[in-house]
């Protein structure tokens, strides 16, 4: 049974980096049949798609966040994460991590296992 | 502003039939297939419905989805109280080249 789970800061000071990790477990982060990535969910908002990693080197990020956003794998730990950086209120959030399936052109694409989430608050 | 809409809020009772709706265009509901999300407070989100129609394993039958041009829909049928959740759709946006989130639709049980 594939698993993830976020972990990192709760709190992080404006205009710093916030920096999250998620540990995979049941698979491998250098299965190039997945892609993992990142959402979030600020407070009374929707969630909003951040930016995915595939096979260690294949990145994409969200236009709106791509010159803040870095998404990277570690194959020595099975992980992978998230650097947003010169954050700021705005970036408080629940951040969730998950595996995605997607197809070479996205005619599908949808993620099917998911973490917990973890609440990060910039101030 | 997200490039798909649904409505804010959906109710019905127990046993009863709801319907979300989802309206995209054609950079992405129109040529790539949608998917759709649960999310419960405290809990990992959910994938309810994958490429338009299809049910992930474990998810019950009475979750169904539909598509046709740039609308898709979650039909909810025999409401439980357990259904009293957000539900997000989401598919590939070619335009933006990005993922992209609805709103989301609260339903009431």
């Known amino acids: 049974q594939v698993q993830l789970q976020e972990s990192g800061p709760g709190r992080v000071k404006p205009s710093e980096t916030l920096s999250l990790r998620c540990t995979v477990s049941?698979?491998?982060?250098?299965?190039?049949?997945?892609?993992w990535g990142w959402i979030r969910q600020a407070p009374g908002k929707g969630l909003e798609w951040i930016g995915s990693?595939?096979?260690?080197?294949?990145?994409e990020y969200n236009p709106s966040l791509k010159s803040r956003v870095t998404v990277s794998a570690d194959t020595s730990t099975n992980q992978f994460s998230l650097e947003l950086s010169s954050v700021t209120a705005a970036d408080t959030a629940v951040y969730y991590c998950?595996?995605?399936?997607?197809?070479?052109?996205?005619?599908?694409?949808?993620?099917?296992?998911w973490g917990k989430g973890t609440t990060v608050t910039v101030s | 502003q997200s490039l798909l809409t649904q409505p804010p809020s959906a109710s019905g009772t127990p046993g009863q039939r709801v319907t979300i709706s989802c309206s995209g265009r054609k950079s992405n509901i129109g040529g790539n297939t949608v998917n759709w999300y649960q999310l419960l407070p405290g809990t990992a989100p959910r994938l309810l419905i994958k490429s338009d129609t299809q049910r992930p394993s474990g998810v019950p039958d009475r979750f169904s989805g539909s598509k046709s041009g740039t609308s898709a829909s979650l039909d909810i049928s025999g409401l439980q109280s357990e259904d009293e959740a957000e539900y997000y759709c989401a598919a590939w946006d070619d335009s933006l080249d990005a993922y992209v989130f609805g709103p989301g639709t609260k339903v009431a049980v």
């Open positions: 998950a595996r995605s399936v997607c197809s070479e052109n996205r005619y599908y694409c949808y993620m099917d296992v």
């Open positions: 049941g698979t491998s982060v250098d299965n190039s049949n997945y892609f």
């Open positions: 990693v595939r096979y260690i080197v294949r990145r």
